[in-house]
């Protein structure tokens, strides 16, 4: 059993389920300018409707009702409330959002909104994204003019999502828009990106001091693949920029020296500014951390390729490392290639506990990939999803036992969507969702996870 106050919900992001990407003046954003574009997302799929969430958002509130969520995390689209990225805000666009809070409240679910899931307009791209200090401006100005009409109905808050994803699989691979392969632009990215979070945390305090604030990154915890020096020294490499680059940041005001370091031949780090790290270490009320599976890593010449390569031809990510291979560590792998480790979880909750200043943690995203079909009984069974969620949720109750101050988890995702460079081929959702007819099917995972709220903890292990 669960704590009885601990949250659960699930969660989706604007851009991957909203569709209606001119709809009531929305702008432009990077990702429909990527999308357009001949060889970037597989199949050549948009997202110009995605699932019609925008359109349909009652239908799938009352999903979430009908699952027993008393939590639903979603984005908000920068585009759609602010068309250029700055000036003027759109009043339909906000009005979208008021509309779907509301409805979340009449239900009794806990509106979680995350500021910045990947859709930075088009017209702050074109003035230089984000390796351009300017933009993390803009998106303070933008955090606070949210916060300012939504903050009297939402009190959990979380800025920019991932921002390792969008800096270097935006900046550096290029398998993500805006689709640059720049690395030494990749590392301003990051450092921007993460001041953004700094200064939206300080617009949105001065407003509301009761507002739940936190930071959301993606965490791997990374072995290497023998204990030779090289592969050691890939792990460290690894660590450094996917985990500690970004926790050591938010948690403690500093960037790990190691990590500088390998980054010192693209860069002196003058984008640094005097007071930077202060401002992005503000005071966090929680921590969020997206987690889906374990690198394994070999710094062996001629290293293996990735086990999740890119849909698409992309440089690497991992700038100033770009030698570390990826291998398979030999475990079971979702239709991602991610490998399924359950085990992982519980050393980065208990690492962060550990290494750093004690601070609320929620699951903000957990889930798995697979190729899920409607049957001849027209139900869809997934009960390779069934076991991962249950295998997670079974290591956060032992992180729990252990002391550790996790307090929710949110299942990724609520629904099948649109999947980012790899389109619609890939399902994540506890809602199955047909592309052609936009019907919603609760899959055996979405069954299974609400008889599992309603218990309130887990009554047998899952098969």
């Not at 929305?26 to 574009?37: A, K, V, Y």
């Not at 792990?235 to 370091?261: C, H, M, T, W």
């Not at 899920?372 to 956060?396: F, K, M, Q, S, W």
Request: proline share 5%; charged share 20%.
């Amino acid at each position: 059993m669960f704590p009885t106050r601990f949250v659960w919900g699930a969660a989706t992001s604007a851009y991957q389920i909203e569709g209606a990407i001119t709809a009531d003046g929305r702008g432009r954003s990077i990702w429909d300018t990527f999308c357009s574009q001949d060889g970037r997302i597989v199949g050549g799929d948009t997202a110009e409707t995605a699932i019609d969430h925008y359109n349909r958002y009652r239908e799938d509130v009352k999903l979430m009702a009908d699952l027993g969520l008393t939590a639903y995390r979603f984005s908000v689209s920068w585009p759609r409330i602010q068309p250029d990225g700055s000036g003027a805000y759109n009043a339909k666009g906000l009005d979208f959002y008021k509309r779907l809070v509301d409805e979340l409240l009449s239900y009794g679910i806990d509106p979680w909104l995350t500021l910045y899931h990947w859709d930075l307009p088009q017209a702050l791209e074109d003035a230089g994204g984000w390796p351009a200090r300017d933009t993390s401006k803009r998106f303070a100005d933008f955090a606070a003019a949210v916060h300012a009409e939504l903050g009297d109905r939402v009190r959990n808050w979380s800025t920019v999502n991932e921002p390792w994803c969008s800096a270097f699989l935006g900046y550096a691979s290029g398998e993500h828009a805006p689709g640059r392969r720049e690395p030494a632009a990749a590392l301003r990215a990051a450092h921007h990106l993460n001041l953004a979070h700094g200064l939206a945390v300080q617009a949105m305090r001065a407003q509301n001091a009761d507002s739940q604030i936190g930071g959301c990154v993606n965490l791997y915890p990374v072995t290497p693949a023998t204990g030779s020096e090289a592969d050691q020294d890939a792990a460290r490499r690894i660590d450094g920029l996917q985990n500690r680059f970004f926790l050591d940041a938010l948690l403690k005001g500093s960037y790990p020296e190691d990590v500088l370091a390998d980054l010192s031949h693209l860069s002196d780090m003058e984008f640094i500014q005097d007071g930077d790290l202060a401002t992005i270490a503000a005071p966090l009320d929680m921590l969020l951390i997206n987690y889906y599976s374990r690198f394994t890593v070999s710094g062996a010449p001629g290293g293996a390729a990735s086990a999740a390569a890119a849909p698409t031809d992309s440089g690497s990510p991992w700038i100033g490392s770009e030698h570390v291979g990826f291998v398979n560590g030999g475990r079971p792998v979702t239709s991602m290639g991610w490998e399924i480790d359950d085990s992982g979880l519980q050393e980065m909750l208990r690492r962060i506990a550990e290494e750093y200043p004690r601070i609320p943690l929620y699951i903000s995203e957990n889930g798995a990939a697979y190729d899920d079909a409607i049957g001849e009984d027209g139900a869809v069974h997934d009960p390779d999803r069934v076991a991962y969620i249950d295998a997670h949720l079974r290591t956060c109750h032992t992180a729990i036992e252990s002391g550790i101050p996790l307090q929710g988890y949110f299942a990724w995702s609520l629904m099948d969507n649109f999947e980012w460079a790899w389109g619609y081929g890939k399902r994540f959702g506890l809602v199955y969702v047909d592309y052609e007819t936009q019907a919603r099917t609760m899959k055996s995972s979405a069954l299974w996870y609400a008889d599992t709220i309603r218990h309130g903890g887990l009554l047998g292990r899952a098969q």
